[in-house]
Nanobody, 122 residues
Framework: QVQLAESGGNSVQAGGSLRLSCLAS?????MAWFRQAPGKEREGVAQ???????TYADSVKGRFAISRDNAKNTLYLQMNSLKPEDTAMYYC???????????????????WGQGTQVTVSS
């Protein structure tokens, strides 16, 4: 069992930046960030394999960066140039491994945090 705890969500204006963190009880997994807006399905944002390979959703490429500090058991999501459509609850998730070529679907992830809210106003 892996425990995940997200933090860093906030309300910002469009064009602003936020950094989300996810503290894991064990980070020796493929880690990912997902988001879910009201009335929408949970969607993958970015994932990072144990070896550091990253994959991003097209909607966030060039604006978001996923990283991990294995010594601190912490996953990060740096979000820049935020847009109102980035507004959502953001979740971190873990599974044993991921393809480096595609974002793995939410139902394939085994462990989830409780989420942190990001609100971007125009």
């Amino acid at each position: 069992q892996v425990q995940l705890a997200e933090s860093g969500g906030n309300s910002v204006q469009a064009g602003g930046s936020l950094r989300l963190s996810c503290l894991a009880s064990d980070i020796r997994y493929c880690m990912a960030w997902f988001r879910q807006a009201p009335g929408k399905e949970r969607e993958g944002v970015a994932q990072i394999r144990w070896g550091g390979q990253t994959t991003y959703a097209d909607s966030v490429k060039g604006r978001f960066a996923i990283s991990r500090d294995n010594a601190k058991n912490t996953l990060y999501l740096q979000m820049n140039s935020l847009k109102p459509e980035d507004t959502a609850m953001y979740y971190c998730a873990a599974r044993p491994d991921c393809s480096s070529a595609i974002l793995v679907a939410a139902n394939e992830f085994h462990y989830w945090g409780q989420g942190t809210q990001v609100t971007v106003s125009s």
